[in-house]
């Protein structure tokens, strides 16, 4: 399995959020859906290390996220719904932190931004537009070498041309081996993607459904 979560809970004080015994994906390309405030974000929070909870969740079968945290996160990435930077950082500057910390293969900075059409890396975040920061936030997911890549509404703030660019850059991660879990509450029919599955998230927890 790519992916393994058994007996999650979390919670934000009193307020139970996620009630999942367990769920499962092999490698492939899911749609997770959910009404506002479902908790689809938070789901993907915990999965990427933001969030303390409670149970299990593995990655590749080798990788428990609390206890080989690091071999985890060096294998899972996400790129979040409304990304928030320090105004100050520039994106060359997030960029080339994060690559370092992923350990990117040399140039592919340059070949996610140029991909994604990101053109300002020098200057800060305080002066960018959301779609801007928004693409840096794509770029970031795709550095390393991930086995997963979580794409948090990836469609929202950025416009056409950034999308088709973005779906041709998640098409060649997928081909090679890349599971991606996607949210978003539009469809991803003109995208050409071939979604292996879909699960909602409801009643804090997560459940098959048809892909429509
Ligand atoms: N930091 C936080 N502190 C307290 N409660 C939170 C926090 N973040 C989210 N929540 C609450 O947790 C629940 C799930 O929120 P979450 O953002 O995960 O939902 P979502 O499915 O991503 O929603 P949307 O589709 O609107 O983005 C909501 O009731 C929300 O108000």
């Given at each position: 399995m790519v992916l393994e979560i058994s007996q999650l809970s979390q919670y934000y004080g009193s307020h139970q959020v996620l009630d999942i015994p367990s769920w499962e994906i092999e490698y492939g390309i899911y749609w997770i859906q959910g009404e506002n405030g479902a908790g689809k974000s938070t789901l993907f929070r915990t999965l990427s290390g933001m969030l303390p909870y409670s149970g299990k969740v593995m990655l590749n079968?080798?990788?428990?996220?609390?206890?080989q945290s690091v071999e985890y996160l060096l294998r899972l990435n996400i790129g979040e719904a409304e990304p928030v930077y320090p105004s100050f950082l520039t994106p060359h500057d997030l960029l080339s932190f994060v690559a370092e910390a992923k350990n990117s293969p040399a140039g592919q900075v340059g070949i996610l931004t140029e991909a994604l059409g990101?053109?300002?890396?020098?200057?800060?975040f305080g002066s960018c537009s959301s779609g801007m920061v928004k693409k840096v936030s794509l770029a970031l997911a795709f550095l390393?070498?991930?086995s997963v890549i979580i794409l948090d509404e990836p469609l929202i703030t950025i416009d056409k041309d950034a999308r088709a660019a973005l779906f041709e850059v998640v098409k060649t991660y997928y081909a090679n081996g890349v599971t991606f879990l996607l949210s978003s509450?539009?469809?991803?029919?003109q995208e050409g993607l071939s979604i292996s599955g879909a699960y909602a998230l409801r009643n804090k927890t997560l459940s098959a459904i048809s892909v429509i």
């Open positions: 079968g080798n990788y428990d996220l609390k206890k990101i053109h300002y890396l020098k200057q800060p390393g070498n991930p509450h539009q469809t991803f029919e």
